[in-house]
């Protein structure tokens, strides 16, 4: 079956550097049926699950996090950055392809037995995806399923870092 969602990502070769194709998500997000179509495709992978919440990490999870979040009715949580929320925050260190970064989120944000949904743009590594959940799982949340618009399926997170999580991507390329 032909993936609908796959025409509107567009590839970029040699970015950001040579010899790597680039799989742009935004050619999803500037087209309303792309849009439409992906929000349509998340919100079906989740029918007849209960959740609580969505969270996603900034800056493109926010994009679709909060729409399916509407969709969905229920609460949206903001992982962001260091020293881009206003409250108390827990803290969550991860590896990045090249270097470490940080995750925050409201120490208030998420209640035990909450059932929360992560959700991102890309699914390369998984070092976001994981330092998320755990952000999540702190606070006693449970993640009942991690959903992403893209997946290089060539590094291995699914089965690797993420191994153990229910994975859902929109559209799924063998290499990295």
Avoid: W
């Avoid at 493109?60 to 929320?85: M, N, Q, S, Y």
């Avoid at 995806?129 to 009942?144: C, D, F």
């Avoid at 699914?158 to 929109?170: H, I, P, Q, T």
Wanted: with cysteine.
């Amino acid at each position: 079956m032909e993936n609908k969602i796959e025409k509107y990502v567009r590839e970029i070769p040699d970015f950001p550097k040579p010899g790597v194709l680039f799989r742009d998500v935004t050619g999803i997000l500037d087209t309303g049926e792309g849009f439409r179509l992906a929000m349509i495709e998340m919100e079906s992978a989740l029918a007849g699950v209960h959740v609580d919440k969505i969270a996603a990490p900034e800056s493109r999870g926010f994009i679709f996090g909060a729409a399916l979040a509407d969709r969905l009715r229920c609460a949206f949580v903001p992982i962001r950055k260091p020293g881009k929320l206003p409250c108390r925050t827990i803290s969550e260190d991860y590896e990045l392809e090249y270097g470490h970064a940080t995750l925050h989120m409201h120490a208030d944000a998420v209640s035990p037995g909450d059932r929360v949904v992560v959700i991102d743009d890309l699914l390369a590594t998984g070092g976001t995806a994981i330092a998320a959940a755990r952000l999540v799982e702190r606070l006693g949340g449970q993640v009942i399923k991690m959903m992403f618009a893209i997946e290089l399926a060539g590094f291995g997170a699914r089965e690797g870092k993420l191994a153990g999580y229910d994975v859902f991507s929109l559209v799924r390329y063998p290499g990295k």
